[in-house]
Each structure stands twice: as C-alpha cells, then as structure tokens.
T-cell receptor, first 113, second 113 residues
C-alpha cells in the first residue's frame, strides 16, 4: 500500500518560472517530511525537510509547505533553472527519530530553456 | 570526501543464481540502510544495520534475502536463487546516527534474466 503518493509523474516548466510539486500521504503517524532530488544514474540527494510543527520551510530557491489537515505537502522551486531537471521524491517518516523513510513514486521535472 | 559507494553499479544474473550487492558508507557513518525501487515505484525500506548488528529487517522478504554489515568491510545485501521479480534498483544509504539525514549511494541495478 502506497502511503506516500505523488500523483503527477511529470512536470514541464519554463526556465525562470515556478515549479510546484505535490505530495499526499495517508498515514496520520507521519510527522516528518523530506524531499530528495535524483539525477539519472545517481542516488537520491537530500534537498529540504519539514516537521509537523511547522507549515513552511524555506532554503534558497526551495520552499516546502505542509498542510497537516489535508495530509498534503508541496515543494516550490522558484525560479526554476535547467539544473533543476531531475526526479523529485517526497518521503515521510513517523518523526525525525524514525529512520524508516516511505517514498512516493517521484515526479520528473523538466525545465525548458 | 567520498560519498556512499555501491558496487557493482549494474548486475545481471540468471534465475537461480546469487546476487551480492556491496555498500560502503560515508566516512564517519556507522548506520546503513538498504532500499529497493521497483519500476514506476518509490524506494521501499528493506533493512537497517549498524556494525555487526541488524537493527530492523522488517522490510526484507522473508526468504532468500539477507544483509550484513561486518566489523570490517562493506555492508552486503545478498539475494539467493534470484527470480525475475527481484529485478530492481537497490539503494544503500548511510547516516552518522540513527536519526540523522540519510545519504544515498548511486544504486545497483539488478537485472534477472
């Protein structure tokens, strides 16, 4: 059973515009969320995280928003750059002390020049 | 500053053979995790190890799969008598402590003919 869902398998965006990636989860025990970025032939690279005590976390061009009541989070990338073209995975765990990450299937982002 | 190393990067086996996947954690990391990614799916947790100890193997199939992290040398994920359904990308991650960010290796892509 897929506890973390990324319903958009792909996203195409113009360079300089905003990329918005969405993620939904079903397990109410999840309270720590991460985004990973993956280039072909490489492993996932940690991007940004958020715990459930916050509804927003920002790091440079990347912002993650969390809506606990809707069990939904999103990643905003602004402005999008060609180097952002990659697969983005949403992951969740039951607290920052839980090592067991549950991943979504990923969203492939293509940034057009 | 080498990251997590995995080898081989690609492994082809015939049904019934054994597959051995190796993972060397980042320097200073003593916690290792194995994940499997089937086509069109997210990464799924398999096992969590510390040196000479299996901490959590709740994600491992009950038969044919085993993992170890000896005192010296890399962590090894072993799959005996492989079947076609074992074809997947196997990722290893490491962390400094059990609650710290996990850093992933490039993965081993196993193909069973």
């Amino acid at each position: 059973d897929q506890q973390v869902k990324q319903n958009s398998p792909s996203l195409s965006v113009q360079e300089g515009r905003i990329s918005i990636l969405n993620c939904d989860y079903t397990n109410s025990m999840f309270d720590y969320f991460l985004w990973y970025k993956k280039y072909p032939a490489e492993g996932p690279t940690f991007l940004i995280s958020i715990s459930s005590i916050k509804d927003k976390n920002e790091d440079g061009r990347f912002t993650v928003f969390l809506n606990k009541s809707a069990k939904h989070l999103s990643l905003h990338i602004v402005p999008s750059q060609p180097g952002d073209s990659a697969v983005y995975f949403c992951a969740a765990s039951a607290g920052s002390n839980d090592y067991k990450l549950s991943f979504g299937a990923g969203t492939t982002v293509t940034v057009r020049a | 500053n080498a990251g997590v190393m995995q080898n081989p990067r690609h492994l082809v086996r015939r049904r019934g053979q054994e597959a051995r996947l190796r993972c060397s954690p980042m320097k200073g990391h003593s916690h290792v995790y194995w994940y499997r990614q089937l086509p069109e799916e997210g990464l799924k947790f398999m096992v969590y190890l510390q040196k000479e100890n299996i901490i959590d193997e709740s994600g491992m199939p009950k038969e044919r799969f085993s993992a170890e992290f000896p005192k010296e040398g890399p962590s090894i994920l072993r799959i005996q008598q492989v079947v076609r359904g074992d074809s997947a990308a196997y990722f290893c991650a490491s962390s400094r402590g059990g609650t710290d960010t996990q850093y992933f290796g490039p993965g081993t892509r196993l193909t069973v003919l």
